[in-house]
């Protein structure tokens, strides 16, 4: 069994360093193709795997094939391999706005679909990708995919028009989540906090908040009330977060993000 990668940018990078870590394949099972003689050196080095500038070698050579490209190049991509694709491949996509509808559109023939969207802390471990298939793929083949894809993170099965949902809460998400941190920091920073430090206690009030929604099973509300003393300093913070806005901004970058998506 060989899997193989076509583009091995970050996204590329973070799911081979998962099922590198997790051994699911060994770097001497994957190929990844890039044009990039630069993109493929540095793979080369961080993941050990068979590089290559033929996307048509990685296609013939593999049994599972990542499409990791961005989704401007989807169908240029898939018209230089289509002839190398065979009918008992798996085909992961990781490309936003691509159904699996233009998907077998592009390919001309029966192929087997996975469409997935991941996220960047699937470098770490912690990524959440959504995942749906097409009906040419069978249940056994469904499982093997989830079983990669849960090498690095989370994955759940979902119907394919709430894709563009993902893309907005899980997908784009990390960049919110940076910028919040990034804020949180700053504002300690002008607090007179060094700003390394800053940047730490910031990240970790954020991961340890997402792990107790995890965790706890417990409303975001119910834990945002269990910090929210009367009269205390949480409360008056939350009083102008609303003031400011945050709910409504959040859900309209969100909203923006998902009809980009269906747009693609």
Known sequence: ???????????????????????????????????????RRRTKETYGIEVTDNNRKAAAESEVLVLSVKPQYYEETIADIRECIRQDQLIITIAPGKTLAWLEEQFKKPVKIIRTMPNTPALVGEGMTAACTNANVTEEEKAYALKILSS???VEIVPEHLIDAVVAVSGSAPAYVFMFIEAMADAAVAEGMPRTQAYQFAAQAVYGSAKMVMETGKHPGELKDMVCSPAGTTIQAVRVLEEKGLRSAVMEAMRACAEVSRSM
């Open 152 to 154: 690095f993170g989370k």
């Open 1 to 39: 069994m060989k899997l193989g990668f076509i583009g091995t940018g970050n996204m590329a990078g973070a799911i081979m360093g998962g099922i590198i870590k997790n051994k699911i394949f060994q770097p001497g099972e994957i190929i990844g193709a890039d044009i990039s003689e630069e993109g």
